[in-house]
C-alpha cells in the first residue's frame, strides 16, 4: 500500500530551507522542492511495484507540473532557477 504524501515535519523543514522569504509557503522554488521529494518517494514506491499504473500516473502528472515550475523559474529568474537545480541535484 502507498504510504501518505509527506509527513508535516519534512514539508516544514523543506519549507524553511527552500523559501524566499519569512512567511513564504508557495513560491516556485518551495513548490519545486516538494514536488521533488514526493517524485523520489513515488519513484521507490513504483522500483518495488511495477504495475502500480494508478501511481504510475500521478508520478507522470507531478514531472510535468515540476517541469512548467521551472521554466516558470528560468524565465523569471534565471540565477534561482540555477541555484535550485544545483541545490536539488536536478538535470537541466
Known sequence: MLKPM???KDKK???ESHRVHEKDT???EVQVALLTKRID???EHLKKHR???HSRRGLLKMVSKRK???E???KKDK???EKLIKKLGLRK
Open 6 to 8: 509527506l509527513k508535516s
Open 13 to 15: 523543514k523543506i519549507v
Open 26 to 28: 508557495g513560491s516556485a
Open 41 to 43: 518517494e513515488l519513484t
Open 51 to 53: 504495475k502500480d499504473n
Open 68 to 70: 512548467k515550475f521551472l
Open 72 to 74: 516558470y523559474l528560468s
Open 79 to 81: 540565477a534561482s532557477y
